[in-house]
Every structure is written in C-alpha cells, then in structure tokens.
C-alpha cells in the first residue's frame, strides 16, 4: 500500500515533469521512474560517473545511488548506445556501462527539499537536478538529426552531446576497470610476499 510519502514523490514527478512513474518493490526503492518514456538514462559506476561530470560540465538531469550514478539522456539513446561504442571504437572492450530504456525503471531520487521518511535507509539523490515546471527533454543529451554519431542533439542550443558524453564514460569506466584490477593486483602481491616472508597479515592473527 501506497504511504502518504510515496504518492508526495510521484505527484511531485508527474505534476511538475510530467514523468511516468511507478511503486517500487517492497526491498526496494518506494518510487520508481519509467525510462525509455520521455528520457533513458546511462548507468555507470559513481567512481567513474565523478570523471564524466569533472570532463562534461553539460548534461542533463544526473542522479547518485550508493556506488552507481545516472544521467538522463533523450528516449532512444540506449537503442543508440551499441552503435555508439562501435563508431567510438569501444566495441568489444569489458565496461561497467548500462543503458536503460523502455520497459526499464531507475529508482527515484527524492524531489529537493522533501524528507525521507524515517527509517528509509540510503536514498539515491540528485547531483543535477531537474528543473521543476521546465521542458527537461530539450536539454538532455541526445545524438545528431538523423542518428549520425558525432553531432549534437536536436536543439543544439541547448541539447549536450550525447556522442561525447558516451565516449567519455566509456573511457572512465574502462579507467574505474583498470585501476580497480591495479588495485587488486597489488593487494594479492603485497598478501604473497608477506606469507613467504612468513609475516601472516594483521586480519588473519586476530
């Protein structure tokens, strides 16, 4: 059953953004919104997504949840996407890089301002809000007239490039990659030596 809570978030997305949204799961998120309706969105990891942001200061709407961040870009880029990373030339290449469209949801950060209802746990918030009572899908990242890779959106005003934006999260993921196997990598050496040099690490002499 719905709270008073749940249906104050999703009267605040459909009335002032006209966004379609829905209830959540019981072990999930309360509100939900619907992708692929009047935007879609590219999931990334939050480490990568902060290089994006510090390299793209224009994008759309951009939502953090835990370890996972979002950006809104126009309804039909996730359809778009493969092509993309093909023409960028990261075909092929493992990355952490998700795009959501139609018959996908992304849970709803709280509107700015609204409080989360006591004992709701870590809620996903806006980095880049969207603006209230404004036509959000002119200004979300969007391919050129046509589909050809490489341009900017349909009102190049206003529109951010989707093409750069993706070719910048597909780099950043595939760095957030690397430096997360560095990483590891230096962990399992560092735990190697220090068993044949016969020093068994603090965790294992508790």
Not at 60 to 75: E, N
Not at 135 to 150: C, S, Y
Not at 174 to 197: K, N
């Amino acid at each position: 059953m719905a709270t008073d809570d749940t249906r104050g978030v999703r009267q605040w997305y459909e009335r002032e953004l006209g966004w379609a949204t829905a209830c959540g799961r019981p072990d999930g998120p309360t509100v939900e919104l619907l992708t692929g309706l009047r935007f879609d969105v590219l999931e990334l990891p939050a480490e990568a997504g902060s290089a994006v942001l510090r390299r793209v200061p224009r994008t759309g709407p951009v939502a953090l949840d835990g370890l996972r961040m979002r950006f809104l870009v126009a309804a039909g880029s996730a359809e778009q996407l493969p092509e993309l990373l093909d023409w960028l030339e990261w075909s092929g290449v493992a990355l952490d890089l998700v795009a959501l469209g139609p018959g996908d949801r992304m849970p709803a950060p709280r509107p700015a301002g609204s409080r989360a209802a006591a004992g709701s746990g870590p809620q996903p918030v806006w980095l880049r809000p969207p603006e209230p009572g404004c036509e959000v899908e002119p200004t979300l990242p969007a391919a050129a007239l046509g589909g050809a890779p490489g341009g900017h959106g349909g009102d190049s005003e206003c529109a951010p490039d989707l093409v750069r934006l993706v070719g910048a999260a597909a780099t950043e993921c595939h760095r957030a990659r690397l430096l997360s196997a560095s990483r590891a990598q230096a962990f399992a050496f560092s735990y190697a030596s220090r068993i044949s040099a016969g020093t068994r690490p603090r965790s294992l002499t508790l």
